[in-house]
């Protein structure tokens, strides 16, 4: 049996980061949609991550991506954000996106190219200091396109130098969280292509430097949840970029694809302590909503991530401990379906009610007229989008 108490208090202290790029505009490499009501800076970005926190209750931060959300006063758009109910989180530094990267940033063969790229991971600390970011939230699109295109070796060299300045610039309280890719935008290999390079690289660095474990970032048929296990027993998973995915880094809403693989993540997560806050487990969101309304579309993801884990803290862990050791497998086994089958949503509605929120968000924000009003107050601008 498990104790609804514990149930309750653990999904009402679970935080979900949206990501500030998920409100603009966005698109695959053959097109960019442009959708009505974007928001046209970061300051609308944050309102718009407010609105997903008002109606979940769950997601209080958002995280940046600069220069995506480059603006001149970071104290400003933190009190912004204070002011709206919410707090800024992870700062994504964006090292990928000038002619200069071509080749890399950090482990670009020019050193020059590299300084630049360093400057900029170390800008991205001057404005947690500022925004009170706990998370500088690295990733590299650096790699090779060709055998003997550039050394492998030397690259990682590279990157674990660049990896120890920016480490040691970090204040108290700031994590560096190093996330890994398999391929896209390098097609023969990337820098950082799995979490045992990641993870490599955190344990030469220091216990502030954490693996992050974006879901779409595998090759298909990867066992995420046997990484998040291990990841979690060595104290190195910083946490999360939830999407789902039917091919590539597919960047669909999370539980679209394959609810059961989240819920199993969310089990390992639960039955491994990732739950309490002292595990320092930041369970964010990396999505783009190209087709679909973005603000109803994060609502969603954040609802499917909760309704995972719930799920998952319906698993009868004392039940399932006994079963393992008898080796009774059916039984075991059982523990994680029943649990997978039960229909978390009357669960999750009397709790929105308890927290004074509607049990239906998404029909409410529907109802709220939110749309129709920033669709018109934002008409006459230019949308921030991928680059803004
Ligand atoms: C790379 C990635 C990374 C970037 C984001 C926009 O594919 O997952 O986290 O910062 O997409
Ligand atoms: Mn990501
Ligand atoms: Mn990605």
Redesign the pocket.
């Known amino acids: 049996m498990t104790d609804q108490r514990a149930v309750r208090e653990a999904l009402r202290t679970q935080h979900i980061e949206t990501?500030s790029?998920a409100y603009g505009n966005s698109g695959t490499r053959f097109k960019v949609f442009a959708q009505e009501g974007v928001p046209r800076d970061a300051y609308e970005k944050i309102d718009d991550a407010a609105v997903v926190h008002r109606y979940t209750g769950v997601a209080p931060t958002v995280a940046l991506?600069i220069p995506w959300d480059r603006v001149t006063d970071y104290g400003d758009l933190a009190r912004h954000a204070r002011e709206r109910g919410i707090g800024i989180g992870a700062i994504?530094p964006?090292v990928f996106q000038e002619d200069e990267y071509r080749l890399g940033s950090v482990c670009n063969p020019d050193p020059a190219v590299r300084r630049k790229a360093l400057d900029h991971l170390l800008e991205c600390v001057d404005i947690m200091d500022v925004t009170g970011s706990a998370d500088l939230?690295l990733?590299f699109?650096d790699g090779t396109n060709y055998p003997g295109q550039d050394s492998i070796a030397d690259r990682q060299e590279r990157l674990s130098e660049a990896l120890r300045a920016v480490y040691d610039r970090l204040g108290d309280g700031q994590r560096m969280l190093v996330?890994y890719?398999l391929f896209?935008p390098a097609f023969y290999t990337m820098d950082v292509p799995d979490w045992g390079t990641s993870y490599a690289h955190c344990v030469d660095l220091g216990p502030r430097a954490k693996v992050l474990v974006?879901t779409?970032?595998h090759a298909p048929g990867t066992n995420i949840e046997f990484i998040v296990a291990f990841l979690l027993a060595r104290s190195r998973l910083g946490g999360f970029?939830f999407n789902s995915r039917f091919y590539a880094?597919d960047?669909l809403m999370v539980g679209a694809a394959d609810p059961y693989q989240l819920f199993r993540i969310m089990v390992e997560i639960v039955l491994g302590g990732g739950l309490e806050p002292a595990a320092g487990v930041a369970f964010m969101l990396?999505q783009c909503h190209n087709i679909e309304p973005k603000i109803p579309a994060l609502i969603r993801s954040v609802l499917n991530v909760q309704e995972a884990t719930a799920k998952a803290l319906l698993v009868d862990a004392a039940a399932l401990r006994g079963f393992q050791r008898e080796g009774d497998v059916l039984s075991a086994n059982a523990v994680l379906t029943d649990a997978f089958a039960t229909d978390v949503r009357p669960l999750l509605a009397e709790l929105r009610e308890d927290m004074g929120l509607d049990p239906d968000p998404i029909a409410a924000y529907r109802r709220s007229g939110h749309f129709e009003r920033i669709r018109a107050e934002r008409a006459d601008g230019a949308a921030a989008g991928w680059g803004a």
């Open positions: 990501p790029w991506h994504n964006n939230s990733w699109a996330e890719k896209e974006d779409g970032h970029h880094d960047d990396d």
